[in-house]
């Protein structure tokens, strides 16, 4: 009998600011990278949508600053950023 392994999907809660502007990018990039514009609309689908006020302090958003410790001990604070006219398909970090 074949064993089958149910996938949970982790609950996931954008402010109405982020969920408008990810939304946008995702259709402004739709005809360039389907694929991947499609997986974002379907996670913007199933997101809980908050007023930009009601984001609980311990959730992170766009303009949220982390400090990351690796395993080897590096220490770094991160803010996670649109990156407006972007042209490179790669992921950054602005530190």
Do not use: N, P, W
């Not at 949970?8 to 990039?29: P, V």
């Not at 997101?47 to 009601?54: H, Q, R, T």
């Not at 959730?59 to 996670?80: K, N, Q």
């Amino acid at each position: 009998m074949a064993s089958q392994t149910t996938l949970r999907q982790s609950s996931m809660t954008l402010t109405q600011t982020d969920h408008t502007r990810l939304s946008q990018l995702a259709e402004t990039h739709s005809s360039k990278s389907t694929d991947i514009a499609g997986e974002l609309l379907s996670e913007l689908e199933r997101a809980c949508i908050v007023s930009d006020e009601a984001i609980a302090t311990d959730v992170v958003h766009m303009g949220s600053t982390l400090r990351l410790v690796s395993d080897l001990g590096e220490d770094r604070a991160v803010t996670l950023v649109f990156l407006e006219g972007r042209t490179s398909q790669r992921a950054r970090f602005r530190y």
